[in-house]
């Protein structure tokens, strides 16, 4: 129904930056919120932060807060992840999700679609 395809991951340095991409298709009109989640390994899948479709309201986890900033183009049908100041701990796939709550979730399994996942490497 829908389809989430994300791109941009890849091995930088610390302190470097990243761009992450997400693209939308597919029966779009049932998303109002998009999320960015990850996975490192050994630990629990991680809100990263997420937007709203109508407004761009923003929100994000607590450990990538003032560092990351995500950002939608409603035209385009996709979501971006401006990773900066990057850390070694901010090493793992992410993931790219959809949800239709207009009350945007920060909880996984509050989202429908979820995209194949990107790595992203933080060397330190």
């Known amino acids: 129904q829908v389809q989430l395809v994300e791109s941009g991951g890849g091995l930088v340095q610390a302190g470097g930056s990243l761009r992450l991409s997400c693209a939308a298709s597919?029966?779009?009109?049932?998303?109002?919120?998009m999320g960015w989640f990850r996975q490192a390994p050994g630990k629990e899948r991680e809100f990263v932060a997420a937007?709203?479709?109508?407004?761009?309201?923003?929100y994000y986890g607590d450990s990538v807060k003032g560092r990351f900033t995500i950002s939608r183009d409603n035209a385009k049908s996709t979501v971006s992840l401006q990773m900066n100041r990057l850390k070694a701990d901010d090493t793992a796939v992410y993931y790219c999700?959809?949800?239709?709550?207009?009350?945007?979730?920060?909880?996984?399994?509050?989202?429908?679609?979820w995209g194949q996942g990107t790595q992203v490497t933080v060397s330190s």
């Open positions: 999700a959809a949800s239709p709550l207009v009350i945007v979730p920060s909880a996984a399994p509050r989202y429908n679609y």
């Open positions: 597919g029966s779009i009109f049932s998303i109002n919120a």
């Open positions: 937007i709203s479709r109508v407004g761009g309201s923003t």
